[in-house]
């Protein structure tokens, strides 16, 4: 049946958004509630720990989970060998991490690190000894496993860390990751059994440790660059500055993260069953791109909308400063729309070099904007920046984005404008209410309204300028397209 790929990719779409959905969602309330009972000091010195363990992370990627997606061929001996390589990884970087503290808690000038550095160190080799059959499951589109894991694994981190809080401070946070990587580990086997052996055969991983060395490049781009990044902010403006831009990021990051988890996950395997059918390919990326739009235009209205209602009735006067960056930050991130559309494209057709070197440009500007500018801006630089970068990101992404992006580019443009004008409505009806309602309510009421607003809006939009919601959902829903076609 023509459309089983689609149906397949609707339901592990439906799944993994609830999952992602709510994952956020609790990581956004979790933030703010950690937000108010810790300090900025407290969140500096987890960015720290933190940025020491995804550059050590990334410096070492092997791109294993990515390569048996995409490949057509997998085995016992190719699940085992990644699972070997994993774990190896795993310890390495536990066993650098701990070694290393001092020396990367002085590089931040702040010796206090070296404890949540070595804490946090034992959180990628538990997380190596996941089950690899994992990746099984995302070849297969079967996100409803992997959505139990995803949210008992929040919950577990989000609870240890806020009940912890109040009595061990930012170390609480830190904890919580680990308690969260072990709900991980042991679940990972529930809902993908799988009896793990080392391996070390090297013919049965050529093709994938042949593509996983661009994944591995990807990420060491990534790590270098947020690492250079918080340095930057460290060094040259503290410790507390640091720790407002992770908060603030952090914010500003939830929509693109959420779209790009929920959606792009999703995206990659679907765009890798469909790469041998062009029409088929065409039209999902049209509604990968409409369905983005659908989420990020109005998230981030709202985010820019409610920044400064959030900083003054939720996180309190110790976090003054926050809401100008969260702003700069929210409409950086919006900015790569288009490009997380590409790049699971690129990534399923093996493209993969074309990404790398549209990374590379991107951190380059990014690190480069930051340095020119934290000198006269201060810590609003680190906004700029990501704007900046984000410009260029897209720009290049596009000119190395497949052909099939020439004949929809202008449907997309088109919807774009009016998903936009939609959105920008949508924050003006949530800052109303949030400057009408007082306190943490009225930011609450002014989102609800905002969300509103803004699917009444585009549902009725929809219908009379066929902007591609109801062709997005026929895609993946195909049991909803004679209804959807209907109203």
Sequence with gaps: MQASEERRAGHALVWNGVQKVLSKALYLVGTLILGRLLTPQDFGLVAIAAVAVTTAMGATETGMTAAIVQS?????????????????RGAVVCLVLMLAAPLIAGLFDDSRAVGPIRTLALVPFIASLASPRLAELIRELNFSRLA??????????????VFLATSLGGIAIIIGKVAGAVMLTVSSYVVAPHVPKFRFRHAAGRHLIAFGRWMFAIAILGVASDLILKVLISARLGTASLGLFSLADKLAETPNQLANEAVGTVAMPLYARLRDDPNRLTAAVRSHVTALMCFLLPATALLVALAGPLEKSVLGPAWAGTSPMVVLLAIGYLFELLFQAIAPLLTATGAVPRLFLVDALQYVVLIGSMAWFSGPFGLVAAGIARILASLVVVVAGVSVAPPIFAPIAPQLLRSGIVLSTIAALSGGAAWFIARTVPG?????????????????????CDRSLKIGIRECLGTFFPVLAPRVADH
Aim: charged share 10%; aromatic share 8%.
């Design 148 to 161: 139990m894991i995803g949210i008992g694994t929040v919950v577990v981190e989000l609870g240890v860390a």
């Design 72 to 88: 057509s061929v997998r085995d016992e001996a190719h699940y085992d060998l990644a699972w070997t390589i994993n774990v190896l």
């Design 440 to 460: 943490a309510g009225g930011v609450i009421v002014g989102g609800a309204v905002g969300a509103a607003v803004f699917l009444g809006a585009a549902w009725i």
